[in-house]
């Protein structure tokens, strides 16, 4: 066999640069630093997850976890073996969707966090996008998450086409009987109907949040002296709010609930103490400045399909269109739970499919002192009967 020039070139400077390692290595104390992989999983290429980014994760999920809650939690070893799997799924799925050609672009991340941050109202960051998805449940990288959900979103528009498009069209027997299991949630309480001038402070600085409290409390003040102005105010921040320095929020909708006390203390109290049609005062509180006009008093009832879904307090009901009916939330509880239904049980399929095909291997050692005993023995229990095609190590 002969060797070409190149060949030789290449050789040598592999040569010389394992050389160059062993020399440094031998006249320093500190040894070289080296990635210790936990999991290597090959479907169609090799690809390995690292301890460093294995403890990473778990500490970023941690660090949520507790950004909730003052109890210091700690995750079970039970917990990391999930948190494991569920990053070699990650894996397998993203290496299948770069061998069948589904792609998502960071042009698509980045226009998703905008939408997201849209949604949150004006002034939203990225720390509060993160922070909203948290209180979702949702711990890990927020761009991570968001490729991974828009990559599953490509990937049921390319491979399960038809079965998306059966959703947007269901059925009035399924709608009916959804409406009979959400009858309990359709009762609007006691409500109140109002209008708001809102300028918010979230994202501002220290003077720019005083700048608009004196804007505010000027119109405030102007407003005790002649009410009637409001309507002025109102088609203002309507038609411009950016010039305006507020907006106009119209067809907003409080229910007299305890749940509604705690969530909006400040406009509760003001709004249920004035009289329809009467100004409130200036009302302060963590997200900016309000002042409201109170509208018609809304009674308790057992809403119908035809029935706007103005003063639910239902999650659903609050993110909807105020002014769409029960039908309309009733149709799009059928069609968001159906879609669910259609997620789990193609992702749960193409994944059994995919663990057995990829070659997983295992560092049993690199994953000593993380997970306890019973993980590890669940984990060799996966191999072969567990529908995983293990290789430990």
Do not use: W
Request: some cysteine.
């Amino acid at each position: 066999m002969r060797i070409s020039h190149a060949a030789r070139l290449a050789l040598a400077v592999a040569l010389l640069a394992l050389v160059s390692v062993s020399a440094l290595a031998a006249q320093t104390s500190t040894p070289i630093p080296t990635k210790k992989p936990v999991v290597q999983v090959n479907l169609k290429v090799n690809e390995p997850y690292y301890l460093d980014a294995f403890k990473a994760d778990l500490d970023r999920i941690e660090s949520g976890i507790n950004s909730l809650s003052a109890q210091g939690v700690k995750l079970a070893s039970k917990d990391k073996l999930a948190v494991l799997l569920d990053q070699i799924d990650t894996i397998l799925f993203r290496q299948y969707c770069d061998d069948q050609g589904i792609k998502v672009s960071d042009s698509d991340v980045a226009n998703q966090i905008a939408s997201y941050r849209t949604s949150l109202g004006p002034g939203a960051t990225d720390a509060m996008v993160e922070s909203s998805l948290r209180r979702n449940g949702v711990f890990t990288d927020v761009k991570t998450y968001i490729k991974q959900d828009l990559l599953f979103t490509a990937y049921l528009r390319a491979k399960k086409a038809d079965d998306v498009k059966a959703l947007s069209n269901p059925g009035p027997a399924d709608v009916l009987k959804a409406y009979d299991d959400m009858k309990f949630n359709l009762r609007r309480p006691t409500s109140y109907r109002f209008t708001m001038l809102h300028a918010s402070i979230q994202g501002k600085s220290d003077d720019d949040k005083k700048k608009i409290g004196d804007m505010m409390r000027g119109i405030a003040d102007k407003l005790k002296v002649n009410p009637n102005d409001f309507d002025a105010y109102l088609a203002k921040g309507a038609l411009d709010a950016k010039g305006s320095g507020y907006q106009t929020m119209m067809d907003l909708v409080i229910a007299k609930t305890e749940e509604s006390k705690k969530q909006y203390s400040a406009l509760y109290d003001t709004i249920f103490k004035l009289k329809e049609g009467e100004v409130s005062d200036l009302v302060a509180d963590d997200t900016g400045y309000s002042i409201v006009r109170a509208g018609d008093l809304l009674p308790e009832k057992q809403l119908l399909l035809d029935d706007p879904i103005l003063g639910l307090t239902d999650p659903k009901a609050s993110q909807a269109n105020p002014s769409a009916t029960v039908l309309a939330l009733v149709v799009n509880e059928v069609q968001t739970t159906k879609y669910a239904e259609l997620q789990k049980s193609t992702r749960d399929t193409l994944l059994a499919q995919l663990r057995k095909q990829a070659t997983i291997t295992v560092s049993l050692s690199n994953l000593a002192g993380i997970l306890e005993n019973t993980e590890i023995s669940a984990l060799k229990a996966l191999q072969g009967s567990g529908g995983y095609n293990l290789v430990l190590q």
